[in-house]
C-alpha cells in the first residue's frame, strides 16, 4: 500500500541554523509533491509545490528538493527563525486528484 | 471570501447517532477533500472529490459517505456514529490543476468531533 515517512521525532535546532525535514514515500508515483505549515488548532498551510520533473524549488527561506528515483524529498527552512516553530507536512498528488498526507514533523527553533 | 467553511466546528456525539459535516468553498475549486486528523497518524485521506459530480474514496472510507451537491458543497455523513470515529476532521479544496500554478489546496479550520 502506499506510505508516506516522516521524521516522527521533533526536531530542535536553534535560531539561525537551517531546518532539514525529509519525506520519503513507497508504492506510489506522485504527480507532485507539496509541504505543508500546520500549527496547534489550526488547519494546515500551503507553502511549495514541485512536479515529479522538477529537482529543486525555492520560495524566499524555503527551499524543496524531489527525488523521484530515492523517492524522497528534503524541506528546508534556512536562516530559521523560532516564528518557524510548527509541525510540517509533507503530501503527493496523482493526476486524478488524489493527495494524501505524511503524518508530519514538529519543528522546534530555540532562541 | 470566507476560503473554506466547514461546520459545525464541535460535536458531541452518542455512539449510532447519525450526523453530517458541511462543507462549503467560494473559491470556484474544482477538487474537494475530506480528512481526518487523529495525535501520530497525520492527516488520513476519507473521500474526495476532483470534479463537481465525482468522488473517489481514499485511505479510510469506511463508516463515511459523502456528497458533492455542487461545485462549492461536499458534505460528509457518519451513518452510526462509533467511538473511533472521534477525531478532528478537516475538509480541504484545490484548484485541480495539473499544470500551471499547480493543485494548490487549502483547508478548513476543522470540526473537532467526539463520539461518546
Known amino acids: 500500500s502506499q506510505k508516506i515517512e516522516q521524521n516522527s521525532e521533533a526536531l530542535n535546532i536553534q535560531e539561525g541554523k537551517t531546518a532539514t525535514l525529509t519525506c520519503n514515500y513507497t508504492n506510489y508515483s506522485p504527480a507532485y509533491l507539496q509541504w505543508y505549515r500546520q500549527d496547534p488548532g489550526r488547519g494546515p498551510v500551503f507553502l511549495l509545490l514541485i512536479r515529479e520533473n522538477e529537482k529543486e524549488k525555492r520560495k524566499e527561506r524555503l527551499k524543496v528538493t524531489f527525488d523521484t528515483t530515492l523517492k524522497q524529498s528534503l524541506f528546508h527552512i534556512t536562516a530559521s527563525q523560532p516564528a518557524d516553530s510548527a509541525t510540517y507536512l509533507c503530501?503527493?498528488?496523482?493526476?486524478?486528484?488524489?493527495?494524501?498526507f505524511g503524518q508530519g514533523t514538529e519543528l522546534s527553533v530555540k532562541p | 471570501n470566507a476560503g473554506v467553511t466547514q461546520t459545525p466546528k464541535f460535536q458531541v456525539l452518542k455512539t449510532g447517532q447519525s450526523m453530517t459535516l458541511q462543507c462549503a468553498q467560494d473559491m470556484n475549486h474544482n477538487s474537494m477533500y475530506w480528512y481526518r486528523q487523529d495525535p501520530g497518524m497525520g492527516l488520513r485521506l476519507i473521500y474526495y472529490?476532483?470534479?463537481?459530480?465525482?468522488?473517489d474514496k481514499g485511505e479510510v472510507p469506511n463508516g463515511y459517505n459523502v456528497s458533492r451537491l455542487n461545485k462549492r458543497e461536499f458534505s460528509l455523513r457518519l451513518e452510526s456514529a462509533a467511538p473511533s470515529q472521534t477525531s478532528v476532521y478537516f475538509c480541504?479544496?484545490?484548484?485541480?490543476?495539473?499544470?500551471?500554478?499547480?493543485?494548490?489546496?487549502?483547508f478548513g479550520e476543522g470540526s473537532w468531533l467526539t463520539v461518546v
Open positions: 503530501a503527493l498528488g496523482n493526476q486524478g486528484g488524489k493527495l494524501i
Open positions: 480541504a479544496s484545490g484548484t485541480g490543476e495539473m499544470l500551471g500554478s499547480g493543485n494548490t489546496i487549502y
Open positions: 472529490s476532483a470534479s463537481e459530480g465525482t468522488t
